[in-house]
């Protein structure tokens, strides 16, 4: 059933926020916010220039916009140029895969949020860069797609909730993979600690 990982991880992540997480984190409201919103709005849509688009998706985008805005110039170019490599290996993806659906064993957007995941880690450092960036990037790689299909009459819906899975599991994949490096770089600082004062 397409959605099901969509809302059960979005749901999951609005619960955790609202009653786990610390009242004095100051991420909790916004996130929490940002998860209701996408929920609620994931079930409209509308029709621009020939073509249907998930309100959620829009508003994931422009959510997403909104977190570079305060970059300086230099590290805003290049979240640019990171955003623009994920956008384009979406849409060749896509293309690829409707040209020759061979290659594709398992299901299509676990392979996508795989790949989205995978280039938001690499070319970012900060968590928050890596999961902004590939919501972007993926969207814009749908939307490019879309156009594309368009060309040749073919209607493609843009942030159907099949993406919308694929959105939710990049951003646990980028979330697990973020955790991995965290808890590295604190087990290398505790032996650094005890290897310092061993020598003192």
């Not at 994949?173 to 991995?180: A, D, E, P």
Request: hydrophobic share 55%; net charge positive.
């Amino acid at each position: 059933m397409t959605g099901f990982v969509f809302f059960g991880l979005a749901w999951a992540g609005w619960i955790y926020s609202t009653f786990i997480m610390e009242k004095t984190n100051p991420y909790r409201f916004p996130i929490a916010a940002c998860l209701l919103v996408a929920i609620i709005l994931s079930v409209f849509k509308i029709r621009f220039l020939g073509l249907d688009i998930s309100l959620a998706t829009l508003f994931l985008l422009f959510i997403s916009f909104f977190t570079f805005i305060k970059l300086p110039f230099w590290k805003l170019l290049y979240c640019t140029i990171g955003i623009f490599i994920v956008s384009s290996a979406t849409a060749v993806f896509y293309l690829m895969s409707l040209y020759d659906p061979v290659w594709i064993f398992i299901d299509q957007q676990i392979l996508l949020s795989f790949l989205g995941a995978c280039l938001a880690v690499l070319l970012f450092k900060e968590y928050k860069a890596r999961v902004f960036s590939a919501i972007i990037g993926l969207i814009q790689g749908d939307i490019l797609y879309a156009i594309i299909l368009k060309n040749f009459s073919i209607d493609f819906p843009i942030g159907s909730f099949a993406f919308l899975d694929g959105l939710a599991l990049t951003c646990v994949f980028i979330t697990i993979w973020s955790g991995f490096e965290y808890l590295q770089t604190t087990f290398e600082h505790k032996n650094f600690q005890q290897k310092k004062e061993k020598q003192l």
